[in-house]
């Protein structure tokens, strides 16, 4: 063998050799790890006591600690407010039937009960409350209670008292109960407009029957419509809220009540609640009077988009748009029109539509506001005195129009003179003179938000009196519209773009 040929081959055997001796390390550590209890593969006996005998990996102390400190506050807060939160259990007439939340999802838990003929009439249920007086008060949902001919509120301690309805309120739905008991558990409110989204919030009730039940989440989001009711300013969560948690309360980590929990969306896990602020204004004008006093502008508004900012020429979207202004109103008084836009009230900011209403709803029925507008791009101060809000300020929706007349092939709608034929089918009594008789689907008239059954007012601060003038103001491919409906009037741009 050449001396290259022996120095290849040790270094060949030193190579293979090196080789076999990695692979028995490597099983050997392996044997070790799997032996130390880290592995699937488990050695009887000693590596039972290898294992027995190391330390278990300890919790981050840091993290622990805020862990417990987060469950020892649920828990706390959980005890502290428990007392306070009742079990509201109703019966119905059963030809009335249960009132029906969102997409037909029940607010209360209830269930036919009884074998005779007396019983099978009666549909019971039960829903949640709070108490928010000492002597008695309780604060639940108008729809727990609604129709009810018997309510009889349970406590924590097992008490149950017959209740009676001192007022109601639907156009928030809430009522107040009152029941022959004194020094009781009574919440207080957290101020709910300082509430912030993100932060932590317990909701607790009695769902689907089962008393007391303690459930978390986060406030999800502020100032929500669905458009259930009249007045709406829901706040969001995510804390589990189910049939049988109406009326009770969302309570914020202090131990106060954020909310009054009243409508779900069926298998979404979001839920809704009336504002804290809300809440207990209501609750306190029922309990001493029985009805509720809401100061009243007497206008309808809406949210201010970019497009319609842009047409109005403003260079944000804070404020809220005028959409009509109810004759001989306080804002009429005034001097308000359509299109202006409400960017204060007193030394209250207008962000968005929500805020006036809010805003609004804090003032006593008579007193004087300073309205900041803008109007054609100048602002101005305008001074209103509140009246009362009508009890029937929510009218009916929109109604379909009769046969189609000249179409705007564009912009898919369909126009036609407003007789006075139609006009009464519509049940419409305002000024205009053009309704729009179709839209088609997926058109631009669709996307703008128009109905059949429209009336234009104005177009690009124009009337129009006749389909020809909303045909010309569209010719350049887009108009800022002023339309009514039934419910209001609101604007919008309408653009082929």
């Known amino acids: 063998?050449?001396?290259?040929?022996?120095?290849?081959?040790?270094?060949?055997?030193?190579?293979?050799?090196?080789?076999?001796?990695?692979?028995?390390?490597?099983?050997?550590?392996?044997?070790?790890?799997?032996?130390?209890?880290?592995?699937?593969?488990?050695?009887p006996g000693a590596a039972a006591a290898a294992a027995a005998a190391l330390p278990a990996t300890p919790v981050p102390s840091v993290g622990r600690s805020s862990a417990q400190q987060l469950s020892d506050t649920f828990a706390d807060v959980a005890a502290r407010v428990s007392p306070s939160v009742v079990t509201i259990k109703v019966e119905v007439k059963r030809e009335l039937q249960a009132p029906q939340g969102m997409f037909g999802m029940p607010f209360f838990h209830g269930?036919?009960?009884?074998?005779?003929?007396?019983?099978?009439?009666?549909?019971?249920?039960?829903?949640?409350?709070?108490?928010?007086?000492?002597?008695?008060?309780?604060?639940?949902?108008?729809?727990?209670?609604?129709?009810?001919?018997?309510?009889?509120?349970?406590l924590k301690d097992g008490r149950s008292f017959r209740a009676k309805v001192t007022g109601t309120d639907p156009a928030v739905d809430l009522a107040v109960l009152k029941i022959d008991a004194t020094g009781l558990p009574a919440l207080s409110f957290a101020d709910s407009s300082k509430a912030r989204v993100g932060e932590w919030v317990l909701a607790i009730g009695a769902?689907?029957?089962?008393?007391?039940?303690?459930?978390?989440?986060?406030?999800?989001?502020?100032?929500?419509?669905?458009?259930?009711?009249?007045?709406?300013?829901?706040?969001?969560?995510?804390?589990?809220?189910?049939?049988?948690?109406?009326?009770?309360?969302?309570?914020?980590?202090?131990g106060h009540v954020l909310g009054i929990n009243t409508m779900i969306i069926g298998g979404s896990g979001i839920g809704f609640a009336i504002p804290g602020n809300l809440a207990r204004q209501v609750g306190e004008q029922l309990w001493s009077s029985g009805t509720v006093h809401r100061a009243w502008l007497g206008v309808s508004f809406q949210e201010l988009s970019p497009e319609l900012a842009d047409s109005l020429g403003k260079h944000d979207t804070h404020g809220a748009l005028v959409g009509s202004v109810v004759d001989k109103g306080p804002a009429a008084r005034a001097g308000l029109r359509p299109g202006d836009i409400i960017e204060r009230v007193d030394q209250d900011d207008v962000v968005q539509g929500k805020d006036l209403l809010r805003d609004v709803l804090k003032k006593p029925v008579g007193s004087e506001v300073a309205l900041l507008v803008r109007r054609d791009g100048k602002l101005q101060t305008l001074k209103v005195k509140t009246d009362e809000r009508p009890s029937d300020a929510r009218h009916a929706g929109n109604a379909a129009a009769g046969e189609n007349g000249g179409s705007e092939a564009h912009f898919g709608l369909s126009l036609q003179a407003l007789t006075p034929e139609i006009a009464s089918q519509l049940g419409y009594q305002g000024p205009g003179k053009v309704v729009i008789s179709a839209v088609q689907p997926g058109s631009p008239a669709e996307e703008a938000g128009l109905h059949a059954g429209d009336v234009v007012v104005d177009a690009d601060h124009h009337s129009v009196q006749t389909p020809d003038d909303l045909v010309k103001a569209l010719a350049d491919g887009k108009a800022l519209l002023r339309v009514e409906r039934r419910d209001g009037s609101f604007f919008t741009v309408l653009s082929k773009e």
């Open 207 to 254: 769902p689907f029957g089962l008393d007391y039940t303690l459930t978390a989440g986060v406030l999800s989001a502020k100032g929500r419509g669905m458009g259930a009711n009249e007045i709406e300013d829901y706040l969001q969560t995510d804390a589990s809220i189910n049939p049988g948690n109406s009326g009770g309360p969302l309570v914020d980590l202090d």
């Open 111 to 154: 269930q036919g009960q009884g074998q005779g003929q007396d019983e099978q009439q009666r549909v019971k249920g039960s829903g949640s409350g709070v108490i928010f007086r000492a002597d008695g008060a309780v604060l639940t949902n108008n729809h727990v209670v609604e129709h009810a001919t018997r309510i009889d509120v349970v």
């Open 1 to 43: 063998m050449y001396p290259t040929q022996q120095k290849y081959s040790l270094t060949r055997r030193s190579r293979l050799f090196g080789v076999a001796l990695l692979g028995w390390v490597a099983l050997a550590g392996m044997l070790t790890y799997s032996y130390a209890g880290a592995s699937p593969i488990q050695a």
